[in-house]
């Protein structure tokens, strides 16, 4: 078996039949389609079922709601393909020899992970004209690079699992963490590309995501809060398995800024700020501010972070209302 194109599947009727359609459609000679039903309580189960019962390739999974992590894995146990891909419900692929390309360049590099592109789409598949897509420059294109190369200039802060080809033994000690709810492909990627890997970007620009304003991604929510923190903290202690130095500090780095962003982003935002006080004291916020510091110190970004690393001494409450106001400030001066 070539791929297996692993499908997590949770309440997507709606968009199913296009989603795996474009799947169906592949005009490479060998693959499987593991369709994973994660406990859906509308027709998704039903049209699974009818597309196992008219394609051979198709196989079905049901079982319990675990969420995106755990329906990935549920796939990753059974697929029996030579490389991996995953296709989230609610997208599809755009063109019938995606498939094809992907897994052409991943054997003729001997690559164990190939990564395209994507079009970010509205709900009726129209392309955002509002969101460019990150693309790498040219030096980085369609070349061999190792993992540490990858991540700082393909990555580029895009972590997004459907967009690579993955070759199984990615995933021997590797699975996605069924505690997150939030930034799973973050915390996944990070932690795989600690190894020393065969990585490859082309520019195929060959998945449509779905913006939909009521996913995952955009809900503001005190559990999507908790599983963003435990990602930071993830973030730093894979620093520790990095084989080089720079690596380490790359990670101790990108932990800081994941923190960052959220700290002034997301909590200075309603409903989250008008709740800051109880989720200070759920998520231990003072205690992981003063782990953040000694990261900034620890990566050299005193200098650089000098504000937010002045700003992080304070107690947090104070310090999230006092960058809202700031916020407020510079939307009150650019009106």
Known sequence: ??????????????????????????????????????????????????YMARDSRICAIHKQNGGISSARNAGIK???GEYMIFLDSDDWWNSKDCLRN??????????????GNYYRVDDDGNQ?????????????????MDSVSFLQSVICGHYYAPLCLFKQSCFEDIRFDEELCYQEDVDFLSLLLTKPLRCVYIPLFFYNYRFRPNSMVCLNNIVKLKSAFSVVKKMYSFSNLCPTEAQKLFYIRK?????????????????????ISRIVRTVKLKALNRNV??????????KRLWPFYLMSMLPPVI?????????????????
């Open 255 to 275: 932990a800081v800024f994941l923190y960052k962003d959220t700290f002034c982003m997301e909590l200075t935002r309603e409903p989250l700020y008008l709740e």
């Open 319 to 335: 310090a999230i209302r006092a960058i809202r106001m700031k916020h407020n400030v510079a939307r009150c001066i650019s009106k």
């Open 128 to 144: 955002r004209n509002d969101w460019r897509t990150p693309t790498p420059s040219m030096e980085y294109q369609n070349c061999v």
């Open 78 to 80: 059974v697929a029996k």
């Open 293 to 302: 510091r000694r990261w900034i110190r620890e990566s050299g970004l005193q």
């Open 1 to 50: 078996m070539k791929v297996s194109v692993i499908v997590p599947i949770y309440n997507s009727a709606e968009y199913l039949h296009q989603c795996i359609d474009s799947i169906l459609i592949q005009d490479l000679d060998e693959f499987e389609v593991l369709l994973v039903d994660d406990g859906s309580t509308d027709d998704s189960s039903t049209i699974i079922d009818d």
């Open 102 to 115: 992907l897994y052409a360049i991943a054997v003729n590099t001997n690559a164990d992970l190939v990564r």
